[in-house]
């Protein structure tokens, strides 16, 4: 099962990212120095996780979704 799901079209995903202030889109990218770097598109959300595993987990904890 895939942690990447997209219910809109790539282009009414990018202008909701673009319009900012809400979370609508969470990123967990690995940093060159070990550790992934988590961030939201609400702008107020940014942290650095041990693994992606942990970075997902930290996302869905920002947004309060679930992983089921």
Do not use: K
Not at 4 to 18: G, I, K, Q, R
Not at 23 to 38: K, T
């Amino acid at each position: 099962m895939s942690d990447n799901v997209m219910y809109d079209s790539p282009t009414e995903f990018l202008h909701d990212v673009a319009g900012a202030g809400a979370c609508v889109a969470q990123s967990v990218i690995p940093r060159d120095e070990g550790g992934y770097v988590c961030a939201c598109a609400c702008e107020r959300w940014e942290v650095v996780a041990t693994s992606r595993e942990e970075g997902l987990r930290l996302a869905r904890e920002h947004t309060g979704s679930s992983a089921e």
